[in-house]
């Protein structure tokens, strides 16, 4: 078996391109195409279809792809191992978060993680299905999420942070006035929910669920940055984390947040599929982690406080 044709294989389907894969990688488009055929010839099935619209897996190739995925990455995990055993602090690794989770949670880790491990390479995948990513954990596709609960994670995972929600609408929207809103305002209210190809949010699916709450059924989105953007051209309310929020309330001048009554909060998790098995890299991420999370709750108690020793000293004559 010639790994290095499988991880050409992958770059195929990945740049949708013979000439594309090509180029990345340093060969020619024909040498490529050769060693595709050849890969063809000693499996004796057919795993890319040729078009005028570029390349892709065919029926059979779509079969076997989770196995080559998990081939590459036994074949890297082998090669941490290696420098592992050497002494080097090596290896690559893959994060898989929601957009907001990545930019607002991920990225400051990952700053911290790669100045004190500069020889690890990392990876960050975006996807906004639970789901996926929990399969993406299982198959190791992925070595951590960082992300909502969720059913779907049967894996193990560690409670990082609680976030709540917000409703989020026009600042013209007659609700603006009020500094909550109440579930018994959203009834009577237009709620456009995000929407993933796995259903709601299982948080905020369960709160609409116990609160009596109804959606828009016939207009929704997979993004919630599209939702925002949705809310800005209607008079309706869209329910997301206050994590998601704040990072993208500067681009939306335009709309104000509330909090909910009765609150509704969702749990920020890290899965890996099993904390023994986890590669030198992963536990160092995994430590980088810890250390954020405890320095943020430290500077927020600080801050905490000394807002109440403000107060307590301030005196009106």
Not at 31 to 49: D, I, K, P, R, Y
Not at 272 to 277: A, G, L, R
Request: a neutral charge; proline letters at 4%; hydrophobic letters at 40%.
């Amino acid at each position: 078996m010639d790994i290095r044709k499988y991880e050409v294989l992958l770059k195929v389907i990945d740049k949708g391109s013979f000439a594309a894969a090509a180029n990345e990688l340093g060969y020619t488009p024909s040498g490529v195409s050769q060693m595709m055929n050849a890969l063809e010839e000693e499996c004796g099935v057919n795993l890319l279809q040729r078009s005028n619209r570029g390349v892709q897996l065919t029926k059979q190739g779509q079969a076997i792809y989770p196995y080559i995925l998990k081939t590459i990455n036994m074949k890297e995990k082998l090669e941490e191992k290696f420098e592992e055993v050497k002494g080097y602090n090596a290896g690559k690794l893959r994060i898989v978060g929601f957009s907001s989770t990545t930019c607002s949670l991920i990225l400051p880790i990952v700053q911290t993680f790669r100045r004190l491990h500069p020889k690890v390479e990392v990876e960050i995948l975006e996807e906004n299905s639970p789901k996926i990513m929990a399969d993406w954990i299982q198959s190791e596709v992925a070595d951590i999420a960082i992300t909502t609960r969720s059913p779907y994670f049967d894996c193990e995972w560690i409670n990082l942070e609680r976030h709540p929600y917000v409703a989020v609408f026009s600042k013209y929207h007659p609700l603006a006035i009020q500094d909550k809103i109440t579930a018994e305002q959203l009834r009577n209210e237009e709620v456009l929910m995000y929407k993933s190809a796995h259903g709601y949010d299982f948080a905020a699916g369960k709160y609409l669920n116990q609160e009596n709450i109804k959606t828009v059924s016939n207009f929704t989105s997979n993004s919630n940055y599209i939702m925002l953007h949705m809310i800005e051209e209607t008079n309706s309310i869209c329910i997301v984390t206050k994590m998601l929020w704040d990072f993208n309330s500067p681009m939306h001048p335009g709309l104000v947040a509330r909090p909910l009554v009765p609150a509704l909060m969702t749990d920020i998790i890290l899965a890996v599929k099993s904390f023994n098995d986890c590669s030198n890299a992963a536990n160092a991420f995994i430590k980088c982690t810890k250390m954020y999370i405890k320095d943020k709750k430290e500077k927020y108690e600080r801050y905490a406080n000394r807002s109440l020793e403000i107060l307590e000293n301030f005196k009106i004559d």
